[in-house]
């Protein structure tokens, strides 16, 4: 399900990507992270960078994945300890648990058991029993992930961390420093609903960025104008399973166990590029990923509460089940409502009327 509309999605941007010029440019589409992904880029080594990117996405997948028995992050859930040398990784997870901090565990890495539980790492979906969940709850927490010398990383047993509501954000903040290595001044990333998008089109208007209809996978609530930044959506529909006429879906409440019941349909964070000079730390691509994911569990009070905090550099546009979407006002010019959409459309300032 999730890899039909990730590339309906892509075809999306890529009808948007014909209209760019002339200018000359590299493209690649690849399956990485189990999801669909595209980037194409123009200026400087633009081919060079596109195959870069690439092979940068299929290496930290290697690293990252759950789901393959040799990765870092399996042999760490297998009860091994993550050197301190695997500074990326360490960093990663180290952001994940700042994340988690700033949202009162709705973001949680530990979700691992509850994630398999559900059958969502292998894809054999089935609702498991209160009992089971009731054995996995204690192992979920950040307090489980122990620091030890030079800040090794080793996990409480029964504890298991699973990097997927976060991986596709850190892998596009790799992408911006690699396009900017190889000189590339106008780029689009698309890592399956994870957007990064390098300075404007070569014909030198903003990118445009569609924000999916959470109930018509063919449909968009509004389209956003981008330079230089990131656009990160998580949604109940991305991946889903139906039993007895109810859905359950891939995005879980640490706190219950179950799929996250929040009234909101789709959470899109938007942030400006992490410039330059930052190099290959998780940044702002990272944070959008997290907070998705958390604000999506967290619902919209909570969302717009940590907004309005400041807290954070980020932009909103959440919809919720019935029937509004809610833009915040750093968007204001750059949201395009959809019209005919059938949603009422309301903008969030920092101060609550
Ligand atoms: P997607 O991977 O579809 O783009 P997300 O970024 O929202 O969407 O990540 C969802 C994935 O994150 C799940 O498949 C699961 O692996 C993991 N996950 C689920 N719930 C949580 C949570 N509350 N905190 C952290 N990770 C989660
Ligand atoms: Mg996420």
Same mark, same amino acid.
Not at 68 to 85: H, K, T, V, W, Y
């Given at each position: 399900?999730?890899?039909?509309?990730?590339?309906? @999605?892509?075809?999306?941007?890529?009808?948007?990507?014909?209209?760019?010029? /002339?200018?000359?440019?590299?493209?690649?589409?690849?399956?990485?992270?189990?999801?669909?992904?595209?980037?194409?880029? *123009?200026? &400087?080594?633009? /081919?060079?960078?596109?195959?870069?990117? /690439?092979?940068?996405?299929?290496?930290?997948?290697? #690293? @990252?994945?759950?789901?393959?028995?040799?990765?870092?992050?399996?042999?760490?859930?297998?009860?091994?300890?993550?050197?301190?040398?695997?500074?990326?990784?360490?960093?990663?997870?180290?952001?994940?648990?700042?994340?988690?901090?700033?949202?009162?565990?709705?973001?949680?890495?530990?979700?691992?058991?509850?994630?398999?539980? !559900?059958?969502?790492?292998?894809?054999?979906?089935?609702?498991?029993? /209160?009992?089971?969940?009731?054995?996995?709850?204690?192992?979920?927490?950040?307090? #489980?992930?122990?620091?030890?010398?030079?800040?090794?990383?080793?996990?409480?047993? &029964?504890?298991?961390?699973?990097?997927?509501?976060?991986?596709?954000?850190?892998?596009?903040?790799?992408?911006?420093?690699?396009?900017?290595?190889?000189?590339?001044?106008?780029?689009?990333? $698309?890592?399956?609903?994870?957007? *990064? %998008?390098?300075?404007?089109?070569?014909? +030198?208007?903003? !990118?445009?960025?569609?924000?999916?209809?959470?109930?018509?996978?063919? =449909?968009?609530?509004? %389209?956003?104008?981008?330079?230089?930044? *990131?656009?990160?959506?998580?949604?109940? $529909?991305?991946?889903?399973?139906?039993?007895?006429?109810?859905?359950? #879906?891939?995005?879980?409440?640490?706190?219950?166990?179950?799929?996250?019941?929040?009234?909101?349909?789709?959470?899109?964070?938007?942030?400006?590029?992490?410039?330059?000079?930052?190099?290959?730390?998780? =940044?702002? +691509?990272?944070?959008?990923?997290?907070?998705?994911?958390?604000?999506?569990?967290?619902?919209?009070?909570?969302?717009?509460?940590? !907004?309005?905090?400041?807290?954070?550099?980020?932009?909103?546009?959440?919809?919720?089940?019935?029937?509004?979407? @809610?833009?915040?006002? =750093?968007?204001?010019?750059?949201?395009?409502?959809?019209?005919?959409?059938? $949603?009422?459309?309301?903008?969030?300032?920092?101060?609550?009327?």
């Amino acid at each position: 399900m999730r890899r039909l509309l990730a590339a309906v @999605l892509c075809a999306a941007m890529i009808m948007g990507l014909s209209a760019c010029g /002339q200018e000359d440019g590299a493209s690649a589409e690849f399956y990485a992270m189990d999801t669909n992904m595209s980037v194409t880029a *123009y200026g &400087g080594d633009a /081919q060079n960078a596109v195959d870069a990117v /690439q092979d940068a996405l299929y290496s930290l997948d290697l #690293h @990252l994945s759950r789901t393959r028995m040799d990765s870092a992050i399996s042999r760490l859930n297998a009860g091994a300890s993550l050197p301190a040398e695997n500074t990326d990784i360490s960093q990663l997870i180290t952001t994940a648990i700042e994340y988690s901090d700033a949202t009162d565990g709705a973001f949680d890495i530990t979700v691992a058991p509850l994630v398999s539980a !559900w059958g969502f790492t292998t894809d054999h979906y089935q609702i498991p029993t /209160q009992k089971e969940l009731d054995g996995l709850l204690p192992h979920v927490g950040s307090s #489980h992930i122990l620091f030890g010398e030079e800040r090794a990383i080793t996990l409480d047993a &029964g504890t298991k961390i699973d990097l997927g509501g976060i991986a596709k954000g850190y892998a596009s903040d790799l992408c911006e420093q690699i396009l900017f290595k190889h000189g590339v001044t106008s780029a689009m990333v $698309y890592l399956g609903g994870n957007i *990064y %998008v390098r300075g404007s089109k070569p014909d +030198g208007t903003a !990118w445009r960025v569609g924000v999916q209809n959470p109930k018509n996978a063919a =449909g968009f609530v509004g %389209v956003l104008s981008l330079t230089d930044g *990131y656009a990160i959506t998580s949604g109940g $529909y991305q991946r889903y399973f139906e039993e007895n006429g109810k859905r359950y #879906h891939h995005i879980l409440d640490p706190a219950t166990g179950y799929p996250a019941e929040s009234g909101l349909t789709s959470v899109t964070v938007v942030t400006p590029a992490n410039g330059d000079e930052h190099g290959d730390r998780p =940044g702002h +691509g990272t944070m959008c990923d997290a907070f998705s994911t958390a604000l999506f569990v967290m619902g919209e009070e909570k969302a717009v509460e940590l !907004w309005r905090s400041g807290a954070y550099d980020f932009q909103l546009v959440l919809v919720t089940e019935n029937g509004r979407v @809610l833009v915040t006002d =750093g968007l204001a010019d750059k949201f395009e409502q959809e019209d005919g959409s059938g $949603y009422a459309y309301e903008t969030i300032s920092r101060n609550p009327a």
